[in-house]
């Protein structure tokens, strides 16, 4: 079989179309009667034109070309991979939902707003805050809204404050949030257990802090055990604490940021709660607050009054708008879906899946890779791939040695402070079995690393395409088709 | 594959007086996270195996694991200043990916 | 306990099993790491676990608590056929249910699509690079106004009133971060004063943001705007809407530096306003400015084609605080979805659209106007006009969800123009609807 490799241009031949229009039933205008000719297209844009049939074997081809979830383990770490339900799926695409526009009065979005208020209400309960944003988009986005919260609070207060504090194992995006948000960052070492530093961080802590920026359980999955002294020292020093919720899969209905001292919190509902991340978005990144930053919320908000729902667009003290409408409504109904499906119990049970499943798997494979830390693991952990690299074999290695498996691997190469990282997150949605079965794929690897290092060197063996050349891709970039191009 | 060294970073390289069995080497390493991003150092280590061991004239040699080659480019000036230490041109950073 | 989760597959015997491989009595031993003091006492107070029938029950009357009409309401997001081919590839769970392609070798797939998007976006703006997506129009915007600042050096945009109001809300909020400042440029009636925004921009000029067509549906003279950028050396950004570009001149044609836009016309659905899906669009001098992530070609160890998220050649420092962007994601499932249906029109079908929905409204125009209503257009404009009202728009909403129809934006909400109604007319009203929809409006306001 020749795998198909067609561009969707390549395949077009003019006069082919693959939709239908409604037919025009109103009378014809002279474009040039109605626009001055050099606002006219002279030009169509070069769209690809085919048919229904080859449009769906062009994005069918691609579809079998990608690993998702529902092909196979995905043990991504940081990104919790874990299945997105199918009812999710279906309740989003409800025309109710789907078919409604944003400006409509809010008399006739009464369902929306209140599905909108009634996951506000949860996500604060389950993040411990007093009211909760649904409009940021992302995670990212999330922290930039927290952010701008944070500078806000410090001015109202007759502030200003400079500096976030972040532990250098954190995610990449929280000191670049602090950047656009115009704060500096200041990178707090983590000690040999792989936790905040506490006597580090107290010499950073001043009345310029702003902001401390965790991720607890960290990410190399460890508890960060000091949390409430950590809170402490910032709080006394007239900071804030922010909580990075990208592995809040790890503590639902065992703890909340709001019980550890956090004043702010995002979510990213499409990593702890199941939406899909759609091969990189969208996704959604909802921030709670307590009640002392609840006036620096953006706006608008969905608030009830006399059992209506309705939009709050005046408030203010707010940092404004973050985002076009009301956030990612679409993946805003599916989270709802999931919680709804789960409960309380059920959360809880989540988290205690997920942390046993990565305790599970550390201790099955840290007989053969060099497991960096000591405690107890959360939803995920770490190991470093230092020992395969006396050998002449690198954790890129391992990873497309897995692809032959079909396993995705694990995120690599973070966090920066372990030498060739592998950041195993396994979810509490795969099997016993699935793990087991991994676990001795991961074995065998680092037996053929030892064994037959030419086998990992040059893998992958069995996918559509080999390893690709980045550099050419960065020296000389091509970042779209040309008809030109491929002809020469 | 190419390499050349400036005459500073030759000299800075001849001058160090390296561990017993370590060897020069150019690594790269892979930062994750958000993005991906490739970084070019100098070090001294033990040989690694299946290394390639470039020549630089009678007096020098340097190692490189297989990763390495595949994300050095087939020119590569390596040079060595006070401040910086050895510079390898360009680092390759991909866009924010997280 | 037995597990009543289906997402959850541990049996008892496989929690006693890994239990028993990790040496501890019970799962609870496992958050001993967690101090006592911050442990939760109860459950978490929110509603129990519904099984699926019910879920489904309650889910659909919540929905069905929505109304939906045949809208004359546009302003940003608009009632466009999605041609059921859209909906039934962005299904296939193998785009849906990955994440970022981190390995290019099992998401050749998504990686190709977005490619292929790139181009798209590329062809229907006139420029020569477009990144994978944004999360919005609006944001998109913003990013751009911060893409100019860094890149001129300079401390202030000016941004034409007729841009979005949500695009010029969020602008405001991003540019208090960095602290530079965001300019308003007056209208002249329908569109922007061309000669006070001559006045207006000087040396300190980053760039001026117009929208094509304006947020009344005017369609901007670019080229006379990019007359004014031109002279003080200010980039020009545009946010433009996609289907008006089957028609429209690119804006790369007309002199645009940076051209944003939500591709939401272009396949999807509009969802209380999202997900949709910003695109982001630069002249070749800028394309190592853009923010987001792009997908470049090249081959594989044999000389096969492939795409990968492209590296790119930057000096020193790993990025993180030196970032200029914080963005780390994009909205790859519904650039996907765009990317379908503008193949699906194809380039005959996307100018055809666009035609249809400039005659629609059109025809409504000249219709309303023949009974007596005024409109504010004075320049030519595509699918979306202001018609001037008698009495408030706010005391005609309910009365036109009465007869059937949700009627256009308020333009005393942004405007301070309680009478105007910005009314959108896509291909999807029929000629029956727009003549029932105006001959409600007249017994309304009479």
Redo the contacts between chains.
């Keep these: 079989m020749t795998t198909y490799?067609d561009?969707?241009?390549e395949i077009?031949r003019?006069g082919?179309?693959?939709?239908s229009?409604?037919e025009?039933?109103?009378?014809?205008?002279n474009?040039s009667e109605?626009?001055?000719a050099?606002?006219?297209?002279?030009e169509?844009?070069?769209?690809?034109?085919?048919s229904?049939l080859q449009?769906?074997r062009?994005?069918?081809?691609?579809?079998?070309?990608?690993?998702?979830?529902?092909?196979g383990f995905?043990p991504?770490g940081?990104?919790t991979?874990?299945?997105?339900?199918k009812?999710n799926?279906?309740?989003?695409?409800?025309?109710?939902?789907?078919?409604?526009?944003?400006?409509?009065?809010e008399?006739?979005?009464?369902?929306?707003l209140?599905?909108l208020y009634e996951l506000q209400e949860?996500l604060a309960?389950?993040t411990g805050m007093d009211a909760v944003t649904l409009q940021p988009?992302?995670?990212?986005?999330g922290?930039?809204a927290g952010l701008?919260m944070v500078?806000a609070y410090h001015k109202q207060r007759g502030e200003k404050r400079t500096k976030v504090l972040v532990p250098d194992s954190a995610?990449?995006?929280n000191?670049?949030?602090?950047?656009?948000?115009?704060f500096?960052?200041v990178t707090i070492p983590s000690n040999k257990h792989g936790l905040v530093d506490v006597e580090e961080l107290k010499k950073h802590v001043d009345d310029d802090t702003a902001a401390l920026m965790l991720t607890n359980p960290n990410?190399l999955g460890?508890?960060e055990?000091d949390?409430?002294e950590i809170a402490r020292v910032i709080h006394e020093a007239g900071g804030l604490l922010y909580y990075d919720g990208a592995n809040a899969n790890a503590?639902?209905?065992?703890?909340?940021p709001g019980?550890?001292?956090f004043d702010i919190v995002h979510l990213n509902l499409h990593k702890t709660f199941?939406t899909?991340?759609?091969?990189?978005?969208?996704?959604a990144g909802p921030v709670g607050v307590k009640e002392k930053l609840i006036p620096f919320l953006?706006v608008p908000r969905v608030e009830k009054r006399n059992g209506r729902f309705l939009l709050n667009r005046e408030e203010p003290l707010s940092?404004?708008?973050?985002?076009?409408?009301?956030?990612?409504?679409?993946?805003l109904v599916r989270a709802y879906?999931y919680?709804?499906?789960?409960?309380?119990?059920?959360?809880?049970?989540?988290s205690?899946?997920a942390?046993?499943?990565a305790?599970?798997l550390r201790?099955?494979l840290e007989p053969y890779f060099i497991s960096p830390y000591e405690?107890?693991s959360k939803h995920e952990f770490v190991l470093s791939g230092s020992k395969q690299?006396?050998?002449?074999v690198?954790?890129?290695?391992i990873?497309?040695r897995l692809?032959d498996f079909g396993y995705?691997?694990p995120?690599?190469?973070?966090?920066?402070n372990v030498e060739e990282?592998l950041m195993i997150e396994p979810t509490?949605?795969?099997?016993?079995e699935t793990l087991d079965a991994f676990a001795d794929v991961m074995i065998r690897i680092a037996r053929e690393v030892e064994e037959d290092?030419e086998t990992v060197?040059n893998a992958?063996h069995t996918?559509?395409?080999?390893?690709?050349?980045?550099?050419?891709?960065?020296?000389k970039?091509?970042?779209?088709?040309e008809r030109e191009t491929v002809q020469s | 594959m190419n390499i050349v060294l400036t005459d500073a970073a030759r000299r800075q390289l001849l001058a160090f007086s390296p561990a017993e069995g370590h060897v020069p080497r150019i690594d790269a390493e892979?930062?994750?996270?958000?993005?991906?991003s490739v970084r070019f150092s100098l070090v001294w280590e033990?040989p690694?195996?299946?290394?390639t061991v470039v020549p630089l004239g009678d007096d020098l040699f340097l190692y490189l694991?297989?990763?390495t080659e595949?994300?050095l480019?087939e020119h590569t000036l390596i040079d060595y200043r006070e401040t910086d230490g050895f510079i390898f041109g360009d680092r390759?950073d991909s866009s924010?990916?997280? | 306990m037995t597990?009543t989760?289906r997402?959850?597959?541990?049996t008892d015997q496989?929690?006693k099993?890994?239990?028993s491989?990790?040496n501890v009595s019970s799962?609870d031993e496992?958050?001993?790491?967690?101090?006592a003091?911050?442990?939760?006492d109860g459950?978490?107070?929110?509603?129990?676990?519904?099984p699926?029938p019910a879920?489904?029950k309650?889910?659909?009357?919540?929905?069905?608590?929505?109304?939906?009409?045949p809208?004359f309401?546009g302003?940003?997001?608009y009632?466009h056929?999605i041609?059921s081919?859209v909906?039934?590839?962005i299904?296939?769970?193998?785009?849906?249910?990955?994440?970022?392609?981190?390995?290019?070798?099992?998401?050749?797939?998504?990686l190709?699509?977005?490619?292929?998007f790139?181009?798209?976006v590329?062809?229907?703006t006139g420029m020569?690079?477009?990144n994978?997506?944004m999360?919005?129009?609006?944001?998109a915007l913003a990013e751009a106004a911060?893409l100019a600042v860094g890149h001129t050096k300079r401390g202030k945009v000016v941004v034409s009133r007729a841009v979005h109001p949500?695009?010029r809300?969020?602008l405001?909020?991003?540019a208090?971060?960095?602290?530079y400042v965001a300019e308003e440029a007056a209208l002249s009636k329908d569109i922007t004063d061309l000669d006070a925004l001559g006045k207006q921009v000087d040396g300190d000029t980053a760039a001026v943001i117009v929208q094509y067509p304006n947020f009344f549906g005017s369609?901007e003279?670019?080229?006379e705007v990019k007359r004014i950028t031109k002279a003080h050396g200010a980039l020009l950004i545009v946010s433009a809407n996609p289907l008006a570009?089957?028609?429209?001149?690119?804006p790369g044609?007309?002199g645009a530096d940076i051209v944003v836009g939500d591709m939401q016309p272009l396949g999807i659905?509009?969802?209380?306003?999202?997900?949709?899906?910003g695109y982001f669009a630069v002249t070749k001098p800028l394309?190592r400015k853009v923010p987001g992530?792009?997908?470049?070609?090249?081959?594989?160890?044999?000389g096969?084609?492939?795409?990968?998220l492209?590296?790119?050649?930057r000096e020193q420092h790993?990025?993180?605080?030196?970032?200029m962007?914080?963005?780390?994601?994009?909205?790859?499932?519904?650039a996907?979805a765009s990317a379908?249906?503008?193949?699906?029109?194809?380039?005959?079908?996307?100018?055809?659209?666009a035609?249809?929905n400039?005659?629609?409204a059109?025809?409504a125009c000249k219709l309303l106007q023949q009974k007596g209503f005024s409109v504010l257009n004075q320049s030519?404009f595509f699918n979306e006009f202001v018609v001037k009202l008698p009495k408030p728009v706010a005391g005609v909403?309910?009365a036109l969800?009465e007869a059937g129809f949700?009627g256009g934006?308020d333009l005393g909400l942004d405007y301070g123009d309680p009478n105007g109604m910005l009314v959108a007319v896509t291909?999807?009203r029929?000629?029956e609807e727009?003549e029932a929809f105006i001959h409600a409006l007249e017994g309304i306001v009479q």
């Design positions: 490799t561009l969707i241009f077009s003019p082919r179309i693959g939709c229009l409604p025009r039933d109103v009378d014809a205008v474009l109605k626009l001055p050099h606002l006219i297209r002279r169509a844009p070069e769209l690809p034109e085919v229904e449009l769906v062009h994005y069918t081809s691609l579809s079998n070309k990608n690993h998702g979830v529902d092909n995905y991504l940081s990104c991979m874990k299945y997105n339900p009812i799926e279906d309740v989003a695409k409800l025309d109710g939902f789907g078919r409604i526009h944003p400006y409509q009065p008399a006739t979005v009464q369902g929306a209140e599905l949860d309960v389950i988009s992302a995670g990212a986005q922290e930039w701008m500078k995610h990449g995006t000191p670049a949030s602090a950047t656009v948000a115009g500096r960052t990410t460890l508890f055990k949390i409430v503590i639902l209905g065992k703890t909340t019980e550890m001292g199941t899909p991340h759609g091969g990189g978005g969208p996704g953006p940092i404004g708008r973050v985002k076009g409408y009301y956030g990612n409504f679409g993946i879906t919680i709804r499906t789960m409960g309380p119990d059920g959360l809880r049970q989540v205690e899946s942390v046993l499943h305790n599970y201790k099955k405690q107890v690299k006396k050998l002449g690198r954790t890129l290695d990873a497309k692809l995705h691997p995120t690599i190469y973070f966090p920066l990282c509490e949605t795969e099997s016993k290092p060197l992958p996918t559509v395409i080999g390893r690709l050349d980045e550099v050419k891709a960065a020296r970039p091509v970042v779209r088709y | 892979m930062s994750g996270g958000c993005g991906v033990e690694r195996r299946g290394d694991d297989r990763f595949r994300y480019e390759l924010c990916t997280t | 597990s989760f997402y959850l597959p541990d496989d929690r099993e890994m239990l491989f990790l799962i496992l958050f001993s790491d967690m101090p003091s911050i442990r939760l459950e978490l107070a929110i509603p129990d676990a519904l699926e879920l489904w309650k889910m659909k009357n919540m929905a069905s608590k929505n109304v939906e009409l809208l309401l302003a940003g997001t009632d056929y041609p081919v909906g039934h590839m299904s296939r769970s193998e785009f849906y249910t990955a994440y970022t392609p981190y390995q290019p070798e099992i998401s050749q797939g998504e190709q699509a977005i490619f292929e790139q181009t798209m590329c062809e229907l020569d690079v477009a994978s997506s999360y919005d129009g609006f944001t911060s949500e695009s809300a969020i405001q909020t991003v208090a971060g960095p602290g369609i003279d670019l080229q570009l089957g028609l429209l001149e690119a044609r007309l659905p509009m969802a209380f306003g999202g997900p949709h899906c394309m992530r792009i997908v470049g070609q090249t081959t594989d160890e044999n096969n084609r492939g795409f990968v492209t590296l790119q050649a790993i990025r993180r605080e030196k970032a962007s914080n963005i780390c994601s994009n909205q790859a499932l519904n996907l379908v249906c503008m193949a699906a029109l194809g380039k005959t079908g996307l100018r055809e659209m035609v249809l400039l005659e629609k059109d025809y030519p909403q309910d969800i949700i934006f291909e999807q029929t000629k727009i």
